[in-house]
């Protein structure tokens, strides 16, 4: 008989909640310009949505896996949505808002453990790796729905500008853990149908893929490829590199900002 687990163990944590009260009035104070600093308000609104989408990114790993089989997750707090109850919190949210920070990168963190050999069938296992970046994308079209959707009459400029920044994380986020690295997410979809000797060879390789991905991304070349790709997906959700830029330029407010650049209406 597995662990059914208590309602307990599927309630929203005091945690979480408290993070979407920060998104949700620090969003307000940069829709309504009430902040003295716009710049604060963008920062700690983007960031607080980009833990946020982190936390969304594990429970849809542990959800799936709750109905894949793995019924251990309820008892691990997974599916509180409590980013203290990941196996590595530093991982999974100091890591990622620290390379939101430094370069302006959705990359993703790690990780909630699932125990694996209580689930049966490859393409269970597939699905709950795929899950999470799935995640980024759901997050991703709701953030540019305003602008897919020619909805952005009445949308201050700095939220505009601040959706298309978070937007472009979630892009970059998901292409990331699409890619079939060990340790991301786009290996583990790939995973199950690998012979057991490319699994026993590439295993070592694992723990080091996040970090060879974050080196692989400060190469001139390799960055401006991949955040032209990340462009072209945000273009054909209707969002501009100008606003993405501008929603960069907003966060970063310690810097200064080219303000005259971003100041005229963005279509």
Known sequence: MGHQ????????????????????????????????????????????AWIVSLCLHEYAHARTALHGGDLTVGAKGYL?????????????????????????????????????????????????????????????IVCTAPFWLHALDGVPVAFRFALAFLALLQVSAAILNFLPVPGLDGYGIIEPWLSHRVRRELAPIAPFGLIALFAMLWIPEVNQFFFGVVDGVLSALGVN?????????????????????????VE
């Not at 939101?100 to 990168?105: L, R, T």
């Not at 909630?112 to 980024?136: C, F, M, Q, T």
């Not at 310690?254 to 303000?259: L, P, Y």
């Open 5 to 48: 687990g208590g309602r307990g163990e599927r309630r929203i944590s005091a945690v979480f909640l408290g993070i979407v009260a920060v998104m949700a009035v620090t969003g307000w104070a940069v829709w309504t310009d009430y902040a003295a600093s716009p710049g604060l308000a963008v920062f700690l609104f983007v960031t607080s």
């Open 241 to 265: 590199e100008r606003a993405a830029y501008c929603g960069q330029d907003l966060y970063r407010f310690w810097q200064g900002g080219d303000s005259f650049f971003c100041a005229a209406p």
């Open 80 to 140: 509180t949505l409590n980013p203290l109850k990941y196996t590595h919190a530093l991982l999974s949210i100091v890591l990622p808002v620290l390379f939101v920070i430094m370069g302006g990168i959705g990359l993703p963190g790690g990780a909630v453990y699932i125990e694996r050999d209580r689930i049966a069938g490859r393409w269970k296992h597939s699905l709950i790796s795929a899950a999470g970046p799935l995640a980024n994308v759901a997050f991703a």
